[in-house]
């Protein structure tokens, strides 16, 4: 059963005559890991955005849980139902790895007693100590980042994880690490796991691989 | 709560821009602590000063409209001069009259008749009296004034005159009077004494007098000998009346005193008293322009503070939206990240809006304080330099009324800069010190500026924040 469906969605740009994305029907169960790959221009983010909540798509819908996502509070989507992991990370550099973790679950409103053990449980469990979760992000490498970025979307454990090109700016190895984290978040947690990527490496680590192509459509 | 944690977080963090914030609103609140002060206190002084004193309304003969009415008219001006001389004057029952009035809360009057003696000396002075002989009787020696109550004797009042023997008869109907001191020397008079005076009309017609004190006159700023009140006899005013009923032809003047319920009823009061059939040719005086004169620096100082509250407000305000602002566009990637992980916009502002609200309160306690300690200092210093404008600008009165060649001297034109003779002036204290203190109407309004300003310099968040598409600032930042 899948836990989001995509029904003929369509997006454009307001001020553009030209669909970016156009008739897109995909379906994302939990316990899979999804890699949408596709050219620069072909949509791959906008696609993202689309499922993260952060934008409406202009025809078709989206379902999440048979539930059209234009009635959901779109907030609460975000800080309930998915986390989302950019290739930038997309972390606050100002504070702690577990500070961002933390922070997350106080916009989700988590009645947590202590935040912090959960936070630093959430850090080990993508590879990093608590010596490392206790220094600022700006102090940590890309992949610890990201590892705290994974940390800081699991914190509320959402049923869906997205992915930007969450291996852009990491060495062969680590995207591998990275990878396997999913990996084991798709098999081992039952989440649904969907990667937008341009990556060959990435895309045939995947259950399912959806590829978008650039649209002529107006 | 996070939101809260969030902010102290974020303040902490943003020391430098904090500081600054801080320190912006230090100095607005200290000079809004200064100047609501001000303004405060000096609200305070002119209501205490409104209920200090009476508003009290004469009636006196209008002389400019009299002087229009002989230009226009084609009168002989020997007819007008008759005219002026048969003009009724008040009596008593029109004062009775016109004190029997809604606006009035009290009345008074003194009566005085021109009288000569052949008993006592006058001094060789003019006389206060009722002045000249308009109805072509013989001059006169003796003022002989009556009041019609304690309330009447303004001079003993104001301590113009104090007695120094005996005492003022509390009897308003019998034959006592007092008299000057000088007087009684020149006579060699003392209290239990009687004294004679007669009608300059008829001398066959005299009046007993029992002197029941005797009084000093403080006014030494005087050209004579003696002092202008010197041949001033005081009794109280049914005396006076029974001497002017017995014969209407002697000069007498009555000058009543109407004390009015609120500054409010003057114009009611002046419409009544025409109604009641007071003569054209008389006009109604109060001593509103005297009392305003005592509180016109106060009220000038509160005027310069309130202006200069105004300016340090908006000012201060455009500072604040500007830094916040520039707050909000540094801040663009957290608000991006913040909205992107499922932050609420309101959560955003709230987190933003209070990080500029705790900033606010602890630099509007810090410029509450340091603003109370100065305000008094600060509007002593401001009101002292008004009174000396003020009073150099009495001293330049006084000058052209020739004062500085009459043989005052400067200490005492320092010590009275507005003794004109503008009867009542020189009564009314002016105010020469202000208490600026912080009152709960103070804080509160206090309190009142801080949140606005704070919420005007919020707006500028408010509107960048809702505004923000989180996509597009990580974008951005990408």
């Keep these: ?218 | 709560m996070y939101i809260l944690k969030n902010a102290f977080r974020s303040i902490n963090r943003s020391k430098g821009r904090n500081i600054l914030i801080g320190i912006i609103i230090t100095v607005i609140a200290c000079s809004a602590t200064i100047g609501l002060s001000i303004m405060n206190a000096a609200s305070k002084v002119i209501e205490s000063s409104k209920s200090k004193y009476d508003i009290t309304a004469t009636i006196g003969i209008d002389r400019d409209k009299m002087m229009k009415n002989v230009d226009s008219s084609s009168e002989s001006k020997e007819n007008m001069k008759e005219r002026f001389n048969s003009m009724a004057s008040i009596s008593v029952s029109d004062i009775e009259s016109y004190g029997d009035s809604k606006y009035v809360s009290s009345y008074y009057y003194t009566y005085s008749v021109g009288l000569n003696s052949d008993t006592i000396d006058a001094a060789e002075t003019q006389s206060k009296g009722p002045g000249g002989n308009p109805h072509g009787q013989s001059s006169t020696s003796f003022t002989l004034t009556g009041y019609s109550s304690y309330e009447a004797m303004e001079e003993f009042i104001t301590g113009a005159y104090t007695i120094t023997e005996g005492e003022i008869s509390s009897n308003f109907s019998d034959n006592s009077c007092i008299i000057n001191s000088e007087l009684a020397t020149l006579n060699n008079l003392t209290v239990g004494d009687t004294i004679v005076l007669t009608n300059p009309n008829d001398t066959s017609k005299t009046y007993e007098l029992i002197i029941s004190g005797i009084y000093s006159d403080n006014d030494t700023d005087t050209m004579n000998m003696f002092t202008n009140s010197v041949n001033t006899i005081i009794t109280n005013s049914n005396f006076v009346e029974q001497i002017v009923s017995d014969d209407a032809t002697l000069n007498a003047k009555i000058t009543p005193t109407f004390i009015l319920t609120s500054e409010d009823v003057v114009d009611s009061f002046e419409q009544e008293l025409y109604d009641k059939g007071l003569d054209e040719t008389y006009s109604v005086n109060t001593n509103l322009d005297q009392l305003s004169s005592e509180t016109e620096s106060i009220q000038n100082l509160a005027t310069f503070a309130f202006t200069t509250l105004i300016i340090i407000l908006v000012i201060g305000g455009i500072i604040l939206f500007i830094i916040n602002l520039i707050n909000v566009r540094e801040r663009k990637y957290e608000i991006g990240v913040l909205r992107t992980i499922g932050m609420k916009k309101t959560s955003v502002i709230s987190q933003f809006v209070s990080e500029l609200l705790i900033v606010s309160v602890i630099s509007l306690i810090l410029g509450g304080f340091i603003g109370s300690m100065l305000s008094v200092p600060t509007a002593n210093k401001l009101l002292e330099q008004e009174i000396q404008s003020s009073e150099q600008a009495q001293a330049n009165i006084n000058e052209h009324f020739g004062r500085s060649m009459n043989g005052a001297d400067e200490n005492s034109k320092q010590e009275k800069p507005s003794n004109m003779p503008t009867k009542g002036v020189s009564k009314i204290e002016k105010v020469t010190s202000i208490d600026a203190a912080i009152d709960i109407k103070v804080l509160s309004e206090l309190i009142g500026i801080g949140i606005l300003l704070t919420l005007v310099s919020s707006l500028a968040a408010c509107i960048s924040i809702s505004r923000f598409s989180p996509l597009t600032i990580l974008k951005e930042r990408s």
Excluded: W
């Excluded at chain 1, 499922?51 to 078709?60: R, T, V, Y």
């Excluded at chain 1, 504070?95 to 053990?117: F, G």
């Excluded at chain 1, 098999?187 to 978008?212: G, M, P, R």
């Design chain 1, 1 to 218: 059963m899948s836990i989001l469906r995509l029904e003929n969605v369509s997006y454009k740009y307001e001020d553009d005559k030209k669909y970016v994305l156009k008739d897109i029907n995909y379906d994302f169960e939990k316990g899979r890991t999804y890699a949408i790959k596709g050219k620069s221009g072909s949509g791959k983010t906008t696609l993202l955005s689309l499922l993260s909540g952060l934008e409406k798509c202009s025809e078709g819908k989206i379902l999440y849980n048979n539930q059209d996502l234009n009635k959901f509070d779109l907030d609460k989507y975000r800080n309930t139902n998915i986390g989302i992991i950019f290739q930038s990370f997309n972390l606050l550099t100002s504070l702690t790895a577990i500070e961002n973790v933390i922070l997350s679950m106080d916009i989700n409103h988590q009645k947590e007693k202590n935040k912090r053990e959960k936070a630093i449980e959430l850090l080990k469990s993508v590879g990093l100590t608590e010596k490392q979760g206790d220094r600022r992000i700006l102090k940590l490498s890309g992949g610890e980042q990201q590892r705290v970025a994974i940390a800081r979307s699991l914190s509320y454990n959402p049923d869906i994880i997205l992915a930007d090109e969450p291996t852009g700016n990491l060495d062969f190895e680590t995207e591998n690490e990275i990878m396997a984290i999913f990996d084991t978040l798709a098999h081992k947690q039952n989440k649904c796991v969907i990667i937008v990527t341009h990556s060959a490496n990435v895309a045939k680590k995947a259950d399912v691989v959806y590829e978008l192509k650039k649209t002529s459509q107006n």
